[in-house]
């Protein structure tokens, strides 16, 4: 298993936190631009909104991260689903006033889209943006929402080196 980032702080941290006995590797990457050969993983993951947060092109996002999958093998990606707004506004504005986070900027953050004074911006993609994604890269993904709080786009890497048609199970 290896974790990645483009915040040295970030890893620093993760380090600390992980047994040394657990078989993890932390490495500084873009996650569009991974050092790993084709077909590394058997199981590729970009959470907690990484394809929102990291300002990235979503789909050289996701053509990496299909590169980087073993035949067969899985991609997962996840963001905040729409139900969960109020709990994730809520927590920005909590870590802005401890200075984790700037200050928000209330004219410009709307509903899925958070917006500090800093810089700092992200968003959310809905069923329907994971939808038209994946058929511009001409795959179709298997969506579940979880909990209320998450969006999860799979997709299914097959042997041949082509992605699996599932249908999509994502509220409308």
């Not at 789909?59 to 590169?67: G, I, S, T, V």
């Not at 035949?71 to 905040?80: A, E, Q």
């Not at 082509?162 to 509220?171: E, G, H, L, V």
């Amino acid at each position: 298993m290896v974790g990645i980032d483009t915040a040295l702080a970030s890893l620093r941290l993760a380090r600390a936190l992980v047994p040394p006995e657990l078989p993890l590797r932390f490495a500084a990457m873009d996650a569009a631009r991974l050092g790993f050969p084709d077909r590394t993983f058997d199981v590729v993951a970009c959470v907690q909104n990484g394809i929102c947060a990291f300002h990235l092109d979503p789909a050289a996002l996701l053509r990496e991260a299909m590169r980087v999958a073993r035949r067969p093998g899985r991609v997962l990606i996840s963001t905040y689903a729409a139900a969960f707004w109020p709990e994730r506004l809520e927590w920005f504005r909590l870590q802005a006033a401890e200075g984790l986070v700037g200050p928000l900027d209330e004219e410009k953050t709307r509903p899925g889209l958070i917006v500090c004074r800093d810089g700092f911006s992200a968003g959310t993609f809905e069923p329907e943006a994971f939808r038209a994604l994946c058929a511009g890269l001409g795959v179709e993904p298997r969506l579940t929402e979880v909990d209320g709080s998450s969006l999860f786009c799979e997709l299914k890497v097959q042997a041949a080196g082509a992605i699996s048609k599932w249908r999509c199970t994502a509220p409308p």
